[in-house]
């Protein structure tokens, strides 16, 4: 139940095409969704991140889609670029009160490559 | 604002022995969180650090330590290393934590390596 599955393992997108990653959990506590975004050799940075109680949130080429009923979220990347070629993490988390509190739980991550 | 930074970059162990890894929080962050990642694993959880006070926990066996300091750096430490210790130990630090849904900020990791 703590789990968050994440999907394809790899993507490859041709250049200026939509990058689509999908992620599942089963926890209904989880109220934080964040999407990771790393570099090799670099530390996860934070891309974007939504709660439950809204079905969207967009900052600029990046989307998150938010189904609470279904318990998936997903990662939109318009116009992808080859500078967007890195591996991707959704995680989640829940609020205070619990044993969840305080850590991220990760999805295996995607290594997306953009083609030019 | 300086970011997430972590000490040493790069080291190599070999297994029995014991290792302690540094980080500095950004300016004014309270929490630290410590994260090991690997192929085969991914990223897990290690633990959180709060004021001192070790917050929450993962699963990971008591040879894996951590403390944090009064200025907020936190080390961590593994005692009686094994082959499958070798992994990136990445550490994050978020003004109050994700209790209050604050963001982590992660620093660079330090790449472990055990022969």
């Known amino acids: 139940q703590q789990q968050v599955k994440q999907s394809p393992q790899s993507l490859i997108v041709q250049k200026g095409g939509i990058s689509i990653i999908n992620c599942a959990y089963e926890n209904t506590a989880f109220d934080y969704f964040p999407w990771y975004q790393q570099f090799p050799g670099k530390g996860p940075a934070l891309l974007i991140a939504i709660r439950p109680d809204v079905s969207e949130k967009k900052e600029g080429r990046f989307t998150i889609s938010f189904n609470k009923s279904a318990k998936q979220f997903s990662l939109h990347i318009m116009d992808s670029q080859p500078g967007d070629s890195a591996t991707y993490f959704c995680a989640a988390t829940q609020g205070g009160g619990s044993s969840n509190t305080g850590k991220l739980i990760f999805g295996q991550g995607t290594t997306l490559q953009v083609k030019p | 604002k300086a970011g997430v930074t972590q000490t040493p970059r790069y080291l190599i162990k070999t297994r029995g022995q014991q290792v302690t890894l540094s980080c500095s929080p950004i300016?004014?962050?309270?929490?630290v969180s410590w994260y090991q990642q690997t192929p085969g694993q991914g990223l897990q959880f290690l633990f959180e650090y709060f004021s001192e006070t070790q917050r929450n926990k993962g699963n990971f066996p008591g040879r894996f330590s951590g403390r944090q300091f009064s200025n907020s750096r936190s080390e961590m430490n593994v005692s009686t290393l094994e082959l499958g210790d070798s992994a990136l130990y990445l550490c994050?630090?978020?003004?109050?934590?994700?209790?209050?849904?604050?963001?982590?900020?992660f620093g660079p990791g330090t790449r472990l390596t055990v022969l």
């Open positions: 300016s004014g962050h309270r929490s």
């Open positions: 994050a630090s978020s003004p109050w934590g994700l209790i209050t849904g604050n963001e982590q900020f």
